[in-house]
Protein backbone atom coordinates (compact mmCIF):
# COMPACT_ATOMS: atom_id res chain seq x y z
CA UNK A 1 0.00 0.00 0.00
CA UNK A 2 0.76 3.36 -0.55
CA UNK A 3 2.51 6.20 2.11
CA UNK A 4 -0.76 7.58 1.85
CA UNK A 5 -3.25 4.46 2.89
CA UNK A 6 -3.00 2.16 6.10
CA UNK A 7 -5.10 -0.69 6.86
CA UNK A 8 -5.78 -1.61 9.87
CA UNK A 9 -7.07 -5.09 10.95
CA UNK A 10 -9.35 -6.18 14.22
CA UNK A 11 -9.92 -10.11 14.81
CA UNK A 12 -11.87 -12.77 16.37
CA UNK A 13 -10.48 -13.93 19.67
CA UNK A 14 -9.44 -17.40 17.86
CA UNK A 15 -7.60 -16.18 15.24
CA UNK A 16 -6.02 -12.90 16.13
CA UNK A 17 -2.80 -13.95 17.01
CA UNK A 18 -1.91 -15.64 13.61
CA UNK A 19 -4.30 -14.88 10.91
CA UNK A 20 -3.03 -11.34 10.25
CA UNK A 21 0.36 -9.43 10.28
CA UNK A 22 -1.38 -7.08 12.00
CA UNK A 23 -3.88 -8.11 15.25
CA UNK A 24 -5.72 -5.83 17.14
CA UNK A 25 -7.94 -5.91 20.69
CA UNK A 26 -10.67 -7.63 20.19
CA UNK A 27 -12.76 -6.54 23.59
CA UNK A 28 -14.88 -3.42 23.60
CA UNK A 29 -12.71 -1.78 26.05
CA UNK A 30 -9.84 -1.84 23.54
CA UNK A 31 -11.93 0.31 20.80
CA UNK A 32 -10.86 3.94 22.28
CA UNK A 33 -7.41 2.83 21.66
CA UNK A 34 -8.11 1.28 18.53
CA UNK A 35 -9.30 4.81 17.82
CA UNK A 36 -6.64 6.15 18.86
CA UNK A 37 -3.90 3.97 16.27
CA UNK A 38 -5.90 4.90 13.53
CA UNK A 39 -5.79 9.02 14.20
CA UNK A 40 -2.88 8.68 14.73
CA UNK A 41 -1.52 7.39 11.28
CA UNK A 42 -2.23 11.11 9.94
CA UNK A 43 -3.16 8.95 6.94
CA UNK A 44 -6.28 7.98 5.00
CA UNK A 45 -7.40 4.82 7.19
CA UNK A 46 -8.89 1.37 5.61
CA UNK A 47 -9.94 -0.77 8.56
CA UNK A 48 -10.82 -4.94 7.85
CA UNK A 49 -12.54 -7.06 10.35
CA UNK A 50 -13.13 -10.29 11.36
CA UNK A 51 -15.61 -11.92 12.81
CA UNK A 52 -16.38 -9.84 16.17
CA UNK A 53 -14.08 -7.20 14.90
CA UNK A 54 -16.71 -6.32 12.53
CA UNK A 55 -18.55 -4.75 15.90
CA UNK A 56 -14.99 -3.10 16.52
CA UNK A 57 -14.62 -1.24 12.63
CA UNK A 58 -18.52 -0.85 12.55
CA UNK A 59 -17.95 1.94 15.61
CA UNK A 60 -14.59 2.63 15.02
CA UNK A 61 -15.12 3.51 11.15
CA UNK A 62 -16.95 6.65 11.81
CA UNK A 63 -13.37 8.51 12.41
CA UNK A 64 -12.79 11.38 9.09
CA UNK A 65 -9.63 9.47 8.35
CA UNK A 66 -11.64 6.18 8.07
CA UNK A 67 -12.10 6.03 4.19
CA UNK A 68 -13.45 2.56 4.08
CA UNK A 69 -14.61 -0.87 5.92
CA UNK A 70 -13.96 -4.33 4.97
CA UNK A 71 -15.66 -7.21 6.28
CA UNK A 72 -14.64 -10.57 6.34
CA UNK A 73 -16.93 -13.13 7.25
CA UNK A 74 -17.79 -10.46 9.73
CA UNK A 75 -20.61 -8.64 12.27
CA UNK A 76 -22.18 -5.87 10.96
CA UNK A 77 -24.58 -4.37 13.76
CA UNK A 78 -26.78 -1.74 12.95
CA UNK A 79 -27.16 1.90 15.17
CA UNK A 80 -28.01 0.32 18.23
CA UNK A 81 -27.64 -3.17 18.12
CA UNK A 82 -25.48 -5.48 19.54
CA UNK A 83 -23.65 -8.38 17.95
CA UNK A 84 -26.03 -10.63 19.38
CA UNK A 85 -28.96 -8.37 18.34
CA UNK A 86 -27.38 -8.51 14.50
CA UNK A 87 -27.44 -12.84 14.46
CA UNK A 88 -30.63 -13.39 16.76
CA UNK A 89 -33.06 -14.21 13.86
CA UNK A 90 -30.74 -16.75 12.06
CA UNK A 91 -30.51 -20.36 12.85
CA UNK A 92 -27.71 -20.73 14.99
CA UNK A 93 -24.66 -22.02 13.42
CA UNK A 94 -23.09 -25.31 14.71
CA UNK A 95 -19.82 -23.19 15.95
CA UNK A 96 -22.48 -21.44 18.52
CA UNK A 97 -23.23 -24.41 21.01
CA UNK A 98 -19.07 -24.79 21.29
CA UNK A 99 -18.44 -21.47 22.52
CA UNK A 100 -18.10 -22.35 26.43
CA UNK A 101 -17.26 -20.26 30.04
CA UNK A 102 -13.30 -19.83 29.61
CA UNK A 103 -12.93 -17.94 33.72
CA UNK A 104 -14.81 -15.48 34.99
CA UNK A 105 -16.50 -13.30 32.07
CA UNK A 106 -14.89 -14.40 29.15
CA UNK A 107 -15.88 -17.48 26.76
CA UNK A 108 -14.08 -19.65 23.87
CA UNK A 109 -14.53 -22.38 21.42
CA UNK A 110 -13.90 -25.92 22.13
CA UNK A 111 -11.36 -27.84 20.49
CA UNK A 112 -14.23 -29.49 18.50
CA UNK A 113 -15.64 -26.07 17.68
CA UNK A 114 -12.43 -24.86 16.22
CA UNK A 115 -11.64 -27.71 14.10
CA UNK A 116 -15.05 -29.11 13.06
CA UNK A 117 -16.74 -25.47 12.89
CA UNK A 118 -14.37 -22.81 12.94
CA UNK A 119 -11.50 -23.88 10.63
CA UNK A 120 -12.98 -27.53 8.77
CA UNK A 121 -11.28 -26.93 6.07
CA UNK A 122 -7.50 -25.90 6.81
CA UNK A 123 -4.95 -28.71 8.05
CA UNK A 124 -5.69 -30.48 11.39
CA UNK A 125 -2.01 -29.80 12.36
CA UNK A 126 -2.93 -25.46 11.26
CA UNK A 127 -6.71 -26.00 13.12
CA UNK A 128 -4.71 -27.45 16.31
CA UNK A 129 -2.38 -24.41 16.08
CA UNK A 130 -5.56 -22.16 15.73
CA UNK A 131 -6.93 -23.75 19.03
CA UNK A 132 -4.13 -24.04 20.94
CA UNK A 133 -3.22 -20.20 20.01
CA UNK A 134 -6.87 -18.76 20.49
CA UNK A 135 -7.74 -15.94 23.34
CA UNK A 136 -10.88 -15.84 25.09
CA UNK A 137 -13.49 -13.03 24.30
CA UNK A 138 -14.81 -11.49 27.17
CA UNK A 139 -18.36 -12.79 27.04
CA UNK A 140 -20.13 -8.87 27.16
CA UNK A 141 -19.18 -8.26 23.44
CA UNK A 142 -22.15 -10.32 22.43
CA UNK A 143 -24.27 -7.50 24.49
CA UNK A 144 -22.15 -4.22 23.82
CA UNK A 145 -24.25 -1.91 21.50
CA UNK A 146 -22.96 -0.09 18.69
CA UNK A 147 -23.75 3.89 18.77
CA UNK A 148 -23.34 4.68 15.25
CA UNK A 149 -22.99 1.97 12.11
CA UNK A 150 -20.05 3.07 10.25
CA UNK A 151 -21.19 1.07 7.05
CA UNK A 152 -24.35 3.59 6.57
CA UNK A 153 -21.81 5.96 5.81
CA UNK A 154 -18.47 4.96 4.52
CA UNK A 155 -17.85 2.92 1.51
CA UNK A 156 -17.68 -0.56 2.60
CA UNK A 157 -16.31 -4.43 1.43
CA UNK A 158 -17.60 -7.56 2.47
CA UNK A 159 -16.01 -11.26 1.79
CA UNK A 160 -19.04 -14.09 2.44
CA UNK A 161 -17.92 -17.14 3.92
CA UNK A 162 -20.56 -19.91 2.27
CA UNK A 163 -19.29 -22.71 4.40
CA UNK A 164 -19.13 -20.70 7.39
CA UNK A 165 -20.38 -22.71 10.25
CA UNK A 166 -19.66 -20.07 12.82
CA UNK A 167 -21.44 -17.04 11.84
CA UNK A 168 -24.56 -18.17 10.02
CA UNK A 169 -23.75 -16.86 6.07
CA UNK A 170 -27.21 -16.19 5.22
CA UNK A 171 -26.69 -12.96 7.75
CA UNK A 172 -23.97 -12.51 6.23
CA UNK A 173 -24.98 -12.08 2.83
CA UNK A 174 -28.25 -9.97 4.12
CA UNK A 175 -25.29 -7.58 5.70
CA UNK A 176 -23.61 -7.19 2.57
CA UNK A 177 -26.31 -6.38 0.93
CA UNK A 178 -27.95 -4.04 2.97
CA UNK A 179 -25.17 -2.10 3.35
CA UNK A 180 -24.62 -2.16 -0.34
CA UNK A 181 -21.05 -3.42 -0.10
CA UNK A 182 -19.18 -4.32 -2.92
CA UNK A 183 -19.23 -8.23 -1.97
CA UNK A 184 -16.86 -11.56 -2.64
CA UNK A 185 -18.46 -14.74 -2.11
CA UNK A 186 -15.66 -17.38 -1.39
CA UNK A 187 -16.44 -21.03 -0.77
CA UNK A 188 -14.69 -20.86 2.83
CA UNK A 189 -15.15 -21.69 6.62
CA UNK A 190 -15.22 -18.61 8.78
CA UNK A 191 -11.12 -18.04 8.35
CA UNK A 192 -10.94 -17.25 4.66
CA UNK A 193 -7.97 -15.54 5.46
CA UNK A 194 -6.26 -18.60 6.22
CA UNK A 195 -8.12 -21.01 3.72
CA UNK A 196 -7.97 -18.92 1.10
CA UNK A 197 -5.47 -16.12 1.83
CA UNK A 198 -4.84 -14.94 -1.98
CA UNK A 199 -8.10 -14.16 -2.86
CA UNK A 200 -8.42 -12.55 0.49
CA UNK A 201 -5.42 -9.97 -0.07
CA UNK A 202 -5.95 -9.29 -3.38
CA UNK A 203 -9.89 -7.94 -2.62
CA UNK A 204 -8.39 -6.07 0.67
CA UNK A 205 -5.52 -4.36 -1.53
CA UNK A 206 -8.54 -3.60 -4.11
CA UNK A 207 -10.52 -1.91 -1.28
CA UNK A 208 -7.14 -0.42 -0.91
CA UNK A 209 -6.75 1.30 -3.73
CA UNK A 210 -9.96 2.59 -4.56
CA UNK A 211 -9.84 4.75 -1.40
CA UNK A 212 -7.08 5.87 -1.89
CA UNK A 213 -7.49 6.65 -5.65
Given amino acids: ?3 GMKAYIAGSAPTALRSWQLALPVRQDDRAPFLGYTVSAHVAVLLVGHSWGGAV ?26 FGDWWKDYTPAPAAAEIKPYGEGYVAL ?9 VQDIPAEEADIVYATQGPLAARCFSDKVSVAAWRSKRSWYIVAAQDETIPPAVERDSA ?27 IASAAATVAG
Fill in 57 to 82: ITEAGNHAQVKGIVYVAAGAPDSGQS
Fill in 110 to 118: TPEGVRKHF
Fill in 1 to 3: MGS
Fill in 177 to 203: NRMGAETLVLQSSHVPMLSQPEAVAEF
